[in-house]
């Protein structure tokens, strides 16, 4: 059309969304595929929505003699899992603390504060020296204009919705293992979002609770994003796994 002023094109920074893991009891297929999208993927950002790690080794409930209760065990494989991320090549990675790696930090502040400095979850994980920004547990990480943390404190169906009533604004959390997003407005006509995106966990490793609960209310998968870095806007998409499938920017993966 003659006159008519076309508008400048942002090219869009991709994220991904990697939710409760609680290695090393994660569902390895689902790890699997989540590695094979995230590798054609190519995210500019990477997120870990906390709980990557379970530190079960260092729990403060009872625990089951026939698993591994070694901390260095379990940080070995955590450890190995985030070199494997790194090589993705994102240009931005975030690792934020969920409450089970809080449990590390409790049990040194309880049992060996000696130890504190030199072994809390930063340390033992190696973040800084594989390259990811630390974020600690009860705090936040912006990109862009959505804010995201493990949780609110909250838990359950509606925690994405008190965590969005506690912020104000569009914010992700991890720590429920369900999928939901939730859009509300404020006085000024903004919407805002509140979003969680599933878990990566194996639900056969699960003893704490009755595994119906589990299998009833838990889902696998993960998210995956976009920000304009010219407006900070950024639009989320759920990646549910079915049957060890998912589909992503209009391809079908499987493991």
Avoid at 31 to 50: C, D, N, R, S, T
Avoid at 86 to 109: C, P, Q, S, T, W
């Amino acid at each position: 059309m003659i006159g008519h002023k076309k508008r400048p094109i942002h090219k869009l920074q991709k994220i991904l969304f990697i939710p409760d893991c609680h290695i090393p009891y994660h569902d390895r297929l689902a790890f699997e595929l989540m590695m094979k999208v995230a590798k054609e993927f190519k995210p500019y950002h990477i997120i870990i929505l906390g709980d990557f790690a379970d530190f079960y080794s260092v729990s403060s409930h009872d625990k089951n003699p026939t698993r591994q209760n070694q901390l260095a065990d379990e940080a070995e494989k955590v450890v190995e899992k985030l070199k494997e991320i790194k090589k993705l090549g994102a240009k931005n990675n975030v690792f934020i603390a969920g409450n089970h790696e809080d449990r590390l930090n409790r049990y040194l502040m309880g049992n060996a504060q000696a130890l504190y400095k030199s072994s809390q979850v930063e340390k033992q994980l190696e973040l800084s020296e594989i390259g990811f920004q630390y974020v600690p547990y009860r705090s936040h990480y912006k990109l862009g204009k959505i804010f995201i943390t493990h949780d609110t404190g909250k838990a359950g169906a509606y925690a994405h919705k008190q965590a969005l009533d506690a912020f104000h604004r569009s914010v992700i959390i991890g720590h429920t293992h369900r999928f939901g997003m939730i859009i509300q407005g404020d006085v000024d006509g903004d919407r805002h979002i509140g979003a969680m995106f599933g878990w990566l966990g194996d639900i056969k490793q699960v003893d704490y609770m009755h595994n119906i609960n589990a299998i009833k209310d838990w889902s696998l998968g993960f998210g995956v994003g976009y920000l304009n870095p010219k407006n900070g806007f950024v639009y989320l998409n759920p990646v549910p796994i079915v049957k060890y499938t998912c589909v992503v920017e209009g391809k079908l993966y499987e493991n």
